[in-house]
Nanobody, 126 residues
Framework: QVQLVESGGGLVQAGGSLRLSCAASGRTFEIYAMGWFRQAPGMEREFVATLNWSGEVTRYADSVRGRFTISRNNAKNTIYLQMNSLKLEDTAVYSC???????????????????WGQGTQVTVSS
């Protein structure tokens, strides 16, 4: 099993920045891709960003490309999501995910991910 713990959420004004972290523990050697999804109240879960084990392959949702950056530190079994130029519509619970499959391109659909964190709230105010 793999455990994922997110941190770094909070309240920020529009235009501001936040950095989310996700620390993995347990059978971390089984992890390949890691990423982030988010879900706002009354909305469906939405893909945000993902990257493969080496960090060389990254994928972003169109809504965050150019504003968010995903990265990872394998020595610390941790990934990060740097969120800049935050908008009101970025308000959501952000969940960290991990995938055990070894596909070259990390997936963007929630069903492809084997492990999920509890989530951290990000609230953007005007």
């Amino acid at each position: 099993q793999v455990q994922l713990v997110e941190s770094g959420g909070g309240l920020v004004q529009a235009g501001g920045s936040l950095r989310l972290s996700c620390a993995a523990s347990g059978r971390t050697f089984e992890i390949y891709a890691m990423g982030w999804f988010r879900q706002a109240p009354g909305m469906e879960r939405e893909f945000v960003a993902t990257l493969n084990w080496s960090g060389e392959v990254t994928r972003y949702a169109d809504s965050v490309r150019g504003r968010f950056t995903i990265s990872r530190n394998n020595a610390k079994n941790t990934i990060y999501l740097q969120m800049n130029s935050l908008k009101l519509e970025d308000t959501a619970v952000y969940s960290c995910v991990a995938d055990q499959s070894t596909v070259v391109v990390p997936p963007t659909t929630p069903d492809e991910y084997d492990f999920w964190g509890q989530g951290t709230q990000v609230t953007v105010s005007s």
